[in-house]
Every structure is written in structure tokens, then in C-alpha cells.
């Protein structure tokens, strides 16, 4: 099962920030969150990950809270083509056990 | 990050065929992966595949509906078995990075099975 709760859509204006949350209270020391996005009909896309500290990269920024129960992916400047399900998953790090399993998502809507 | 691509991108089959999906990768990798995303639902993982090795199934996933082959380092297939409706959905085959710390996925073949 996933070990990650999202909420199930958000609306943002376009030109905005994004901000989408994901809480993993049960996370465990050695496993990263990753975020994906998987546009209408295509396979899903990496965006960003991270272990500790916050992290950002040229598509969105990662903040992970000390306590590690909980993280915010923030997408600066929403453009419509950001419309997509985003998915926040944990998964131990690196190795063999490098497989992935998926929530629901947030499906985000970038308003005009 | 590595190029992916699938064959066939789309197919529309008889119930009780089977159908064999291609993954072709761009650069060798370790690991490699299939999910389904039946429609309006997430993705499922199915199996993973590693170069050498037997396939390692999912629960509620058994190799003879979904046999896989990985015979090389840029390669692998998935076959839908005996096929029904409800094996209707969308096969997505993906690669472990460099680092092993990220996964990328093909563009996926969209089943519809009559």
C-alpha cells in the first residue's frame, strides 16, 4: 500500500505558485520522497526527490518538514501545461529495491 | 535520463489472445520495471525485471498471465496472457536511473481488450 496522503484535487490560477502537499507520518529513515506527474495519456514524468533537506531543481522546489512526516512540492509559476496528477511516494533509496508504489495523486487544475 | 520507447503504442485485441509489449531503453540498465494503470485508476506495479534473473511478481500478479523476458541489458517484454476486458488498460514499462535513485518511465501501450 501507499504510504502517502494526498489530497485528491487542487485548483491553481495561472502565473502562481502551486503548492501541493503530501503527508508520510510513517516514513522511515532511509527512504526518500519522490514526486512524479503523469500528464492526460503519457507515462509518468520525474520531477524531484529528496531525504532531509529541501531541494530544487529547474521544475519545482521540494520542502520536507524537520520531523520528515510531511512535504510541500512548490511548482513557482503554474502554466497550463502543469495540469497533471502529481504523485508524492516514498521508497527506500538506491539498490535493489528501487521499485515505486503509487497513491491516488492530487490532480492539479492550472486555471486560465 | 534515458530514452524509453514501446511497441505497440496502442492495440485493440480479441478476448482469449495474448499480446507481447516491447520496452526498448537507450543505455543498459540494472533494473526495469512494469506497471498497469487501469482506467481513471494509479499505477499498479506488476514485476520487476532484472538482466539474467526471473522476473519478481507483485501480489496478484503470476507469471504465466504476465511472462516477461529480459533478455539483455536494453530490453524486456511483457506479455498479457489469455486476455479479457479486464486487462483493459495502460502498460508502462520504466528504468532505474544511473544512480539508481531515480525511475523513468516509457510513453506506455494502451491496451483495449473486446
Known amino acids: 500500500d501507499a504510504k502517502t496522503t494526498q489530497p485528491p484535487s487542487m485548483d491553481c490560477a495561472e502565473g502562481r505558485a502551486a503548492n501541493l502537499p503530501c503527508n508520510h507520518s510513517t516514513i522511515s529513515g532511509n527512504e526518500y520522497v519522490y514526486w512524479y506527474r503523469q500528464i492526460h495519456s503519457q507515462g509518468p514524468q520525474y520531477i524531484i526527490h529528496?531525504?532531509?533537506n529541501n531541494e530544487t531543481n529547474e521544475m519545482a522546489s521540494l520542502i520536507i518538514t524537520e520531523d520528515r512526516k510531511s512535504s510541500t512540492l512548490i511548482l513557482p509559476h503554474a502554466t497550463l501545461r502543469d495540469t497533471a496528477v502529481y504523485y508524492c511516494i516514498v521508497r527506500v533509496g538506491g539498490g535493489a529495491t528501487n521499485k515505486l508504489i503509487f497513491g491516488t495523486g492530487t490532480l492539479l487544475a492550472v486555471q486560465p | 535520463s534515458a530514452v524509453i520507447s514501446q511497441k505497440p503504442s496502442r492495440d485493440i485485441c480479441q478476448r482469449g489472445t495474448s499480446l507481447t509489449i516491447q520496452c526498448q531503453v537507450d543505455?543498459?540498465?540494472?533494473?526495469m520495471f512494469w506497471y498497469r494503470q487501469q482506467p481513471g485508476q494509479s499505477l499498479t506495479l506488476i514485476a520487476t525485471?532484472?538482466?539474467?534473473?526471473?522476473?519478481?511478481?507483485e501480489s496478484g500478479f503470476v507469471i504465466d498471465k504476465f511472462p516477461i523476458s529480459r533478455p539483455n541489458l536494453t530490453f524486456s517484454t511483457l506479455t498479457v496472457s489469455n486476455m479479457s476486458p479486464e486487462d483493459s488498460s495502460i502498460y508502462l514499462c520504466?528504468?532505474?536511473?544511473?544512480?539508481?535513485?531515480?525511475?523513468?518511465f516509457g510513453p506506455g501501450t494502451r491496451l483495449l481488450v473486446l
Open positions: 543505455s543498459q540498465v540494472t533494473m
Open positions: 525485471a532484472n538482466q539474467g534473473s526471473e522476473a519478481t511478481y
Open positions: 520504466s528504468v532505474g536511473g544511473r544512480t539508481q535513485e531515480t525511475q523513468y
Open positions: 529528496g531525504l532531509k
